[in-house]
């Protein structure tokens, strides 16, 4: 079974400020994805960005990058010039590698980001 | 918007009671998956179909249960309500082609008194 930790439950940020969010996982698989999702108060997940376990390089969406440590089974996240809209939860998830099987996704507990004016 | 839509959004049910939740996953995509998030937590995944039939499920008691249907529309079923299951149940739509993501309705907020 696979674990995801979380370890900040809050964390603040001025805005235009950058901060990075943590994320430990634990697996046995090879090959997976993981994926951070914010959640604002509107509810919805958003997918925030994606990292494939096979691939090196650190992903990247505009102000938004990872910093995948496979080894160390670390994933974190790093918000660049932080906006008042980037204030939400944010959930780190894994999925194994699907093949036949489940498209399921195992989440953390969330960090709560609050972007200060 | 993801195109994924969950009816409906609010629901207040009394313990015992049954419930139905719907889902609508975006055009395309073919799997369906529930979560169900208590205040404060992570999503936990409760199952999941895939072509009208279940492809993984969680660990969750048999009165959860679910349906696919043609069109990839979904509905969740609790039955005997529990005081435990007020929660926020959100619904995942994704295809088995491309990026292997997850897009998510805007969930159901059920409450059970």
């Known amino acids: 079974a696979q674990t995801v930790t979380q370890s900040q439950p809050e964390m603040s940020v001025q805005e235009a400020e950058t901060v990075t969010l943590s994320c430990t996982y634990d697996?046995?698989?090879?090959?997976?994805?993981l994926f951070w999702y914010k959640q604002p108060p509107s509810r919805q997940m958003i997918l925030v960005i994606r990292?494939?376990?096979?691939?090196?390089q650190n992903a990247t969406e505009n102000r938004f990058s990872v910093n995948f440590q496979k080894a160390a089974k670390s994933f974190s996240l790093k918000i660049s010039d932080s906006q008042l809209g980037d204030t939400a939860m944010y959930f780190c998830a894994f999925m194994k590698r699907p093949g036949a099987g489940s498209y399921q996704l195992t989440f953390g507990k969330g960090t709560k980001l609050s972007v200060i004016p | 918007e993801t195109g994924v839509t969950q009816s409906p959004t609010h629901l207040i049910k009394t313990r015992g009671q049954q419930v139905t939740l719907r889902c609508s996953s975006q055009?395309?995509?073919?799997?369906v998956s529930w979560y169900q998030q208590a205040l404060g937590q992570g999503p936990q995944f409760i199952f999941q179909?895939?072509?009208?039939?279940?492809?993984g499920r969680g660990n969750f008691p048999p009165r959860f249960s679910g349906l696919q249907f043609p069109n990839y529309s979904s509905e969740l079923n609790v039955n005997a309500l529990e005081l435990d299951d007020s929660a926020l149940y959100l619904c995942?739509?994704?295809?088995?082609?491309?990026?292997?993501?997850?897009?998510f309705g805007q969930g159901t907020r059920l409450t059970v008194v």
């Open positions: 990292q494939e376990a096979y691939k090196q």
């Open positions: 995942a739509s994704s295809s088995r082609t491309g990026k292997s993501e997850a897009f």
């Open positions: 697996t046995s698989e090879n090959n997976y994805y």
């Open positions: 179909y895939y072509r009208e039939e279940e492809n």
């Open positions: 055009s395309g995509h073919n799997t």
